[in-house]
Nanobody, 122 residues
Framework: QVQLVESGGGAVQAGGSLRLSCAASGRTFSTYAMGWFRQAPGKDRERVAIISWTGGSTLYGDSVKGRFTISRDNAKNTVYLQMNSLKAEDTAVYYC???????????????WGQGTQVTVSS
């Protein structure tokens, strides 16, 4: 069982940066792959990035590749999303998720955070 709490969202101008954090509770955090997803109003949920439980493998959505970086600190039970060169189209609610790599790849998991709003103004 994993409980997830996101933080770090906010409003920023285009071209700026934000770093999201997701704090996890539960003894088995380090055995889960972790992911960031986002959903903008009127749009489907989109997979942003996932990271393996060791941190050795990462995968990014095409729309964020080269601008966003996912990382994790298993000692702190925390996963991060560094977002640089933000664009207006990055505006969305960002959710943290935990599960196996294959399930996160399909966006199927029962472990979600409550979400944090990111608003990018142009």
């Amino acid at each position: 069982q994993v409980q997830l709490v996101e933080s770090g969202g906010g409003a920023v101008q285009a071209g700026g940066s934000l770093r999201l954090s997701c704090a996890a509770s539960g003894r088995t955090f380090s055995t889960y792959a972790m992911g960031w997803f986002r959903q903008a109003p009127g749009k489907d949920r989109e997979r942003v990035a996932i990271i393996s439980w060791t941190g050795g493998s990462t995968l990014y959505g095409d729309s964020v590749k080269g601008r966003f970086t996912i990382s994790r600190d298993n000692a702190k039970n925390t996963v991060y999303l560094q977002m640089n060169s933000l664009k207006a189209e990055d505006t969305a609610v960002y959710y943290c998720a935990a599960d196996t790599w294959s399930l996160l790849l399909r966006g199927i998991t029962e472990y979600w955070g409550q979400g944090t709003q990111v608003t990018v103004s142009s």
